[in-house]
């Protein structure tokens, strides 16, 4: 059994900062990638930020400059770091990780919501 938990979600002001840590848990191997992504009200889930297999780091071009994605590979643990946050960045962000364990499959995490307002 694979868990993806993640924290650090909240409400914060334009212009603010959060955090956001995702830490996998159970039978895994390794992990091919890992990262972050968003779904706003009324809007299709996107890409945030992903590690990928080779260790590169992605970013989706309207949170480029702003937001830094890292990560504790002794503690499978990924984190996201936002700063300069707008409003049209309020979202339920999502943990994701290709594990391999007994397969190799995507899981998810169950989502933290992130809200920007004043």
């Known amino acids: 059994q694979v868990q993806l938990v993640e924290s650090g979600g909240g409400l914060v002001q334009p212009g603010g900062s959060l955090r956001l840590s995702c830490a996998a848990s159970?039978?895994?191997?390794?992990?091919?990638?890992m990262g972050w992504y968003r779904q706003a009200p009324g809007k299709q889930r996107e890409l945030v930020a992903i590690?990928?297999?080779?260790?590169?780091?992605n970013y989706a071009d309207s949170v480029k400059g702003r937001f830094t994605i890292s990560s504790d590979i002794a503690k499978k643990t990924v984190y996201l770091q936002m700063s300069s946050l707008k409003p049209e960045d309020t979202a339920v962000y999502y943990c994701?990780?290709?594990?391999?364990?007994?397969?190799?499959?995507?899981?998810w995490g169950q989502g933290t919501q992130v809200t920007v307002s004043s």
């Open positions: 159970g039978s895994i191997r390794s992990i091919n990638h």
């Open positions: 590690f990928t297999s080779g260790g590169r780091a």
């Open positions: 994701k990780a290709e594990i391999v364990g007994t397969m190799v499959y995507d899981y």
